[in-house]
T-cell receptor
């Protein structure tokens, strides 16, 4: 069935290092993927999206990679800062249907 | 200043009581959504609406009700039938289901007295 899952529930990185958050999906028909950032006690905030006809998309300090062969999505954050501490969710959308959210990865920044 | 406004930020429910959570958006979005988030977990869809006067059940609609009388507003009622209502409730909106970047409000935290 449809599912969006994450390889690791928590990730701890040193300030200044790059972070890589991974996400696996099972629905090969999904054509649109989104990454959200959720800080404690707040609503999720849109970070970046990617369509299935793309392999890579870059934003400000963030890059999303899509590997359709192995149904894998990753979010790379360059030069991680304390303000990047949050839970990161991936979500997939198939056509006009609703988004399916993953469980989330908690990113912790060590000083 | 466009966005999605949820109120109240904190809400307490007594046994057997219905409570209503407010969600208003001024983004001119057609689609609106309600999610429930339990501690340490992802988002689960309660109800969604593609257009005024129309709404659909999500994955966990039992014990909840909604209305969509205006494009800007999508209130959620947590009824007494919802036996475990304690959670963080998030409202979102998007241009439509197909163009599906959903923008979220700040959430309402509901607790049971």
């Amino acid at each position: 069935g449809e599912s969006v899952g994450l390889h690791l529930p928590t990730l701890s990185v040193q300030e200044g290092d790059n972070s890589i958050i991974n996400c696996a999906y099972s629905n090969s028909a999904s054509d649109y993927f989104i990454w959200y950032k959720q800080e404690s006690g707040k609503g999720p905030q849109f970070i970046i999206d990617i369509r299935s006809n793309m392999d890579k998309r870059q934003g400000q300090r963030v890059t999303v990679l899509l590997n359709k062969t192995v149904k894998h999505l990753s979010l790379q954050i360059a030069a991680t800062q304390p303000g990047d501490s949050a839970v990161y969710f991936c979500a997939e959308n198939k056509g006009a249907q609703k988004l399916v959210f993953g469980q989330g990865t908690r990113l912790t920044i060590n000083p | 200043d466009g966005g999605i406004t949820q109120s109240p930020k904190y809400l307490f429910r007594k046994e057997g009581q219905n409570v209503t959570l407010s969600c208003e958006q001024n983004l001119n979005h057609d689609a609106m959504y309600w999610y429930r988030q339990d501690p340490g977990q992802g988002l689960r869809l309660i109800y969604y609406s593609q257009i005024v006067n129309d709404f659909q059940k999500g994955d966990i609609a039992e014990g909840y009700s909604v209305s969509r009388e205006k494009k800007e507003s999508f209130p959620l009622t947590v009824t007494s039938a919802q036996k475990n209502p304690t959670a963080f409730y998030l409202c979102a909106s998007s241009i439509g289901l197909a163009k599906n970047i959903q923008y979220f409000g700040a959430g309402t935290r509901l607790s049971v007295l």
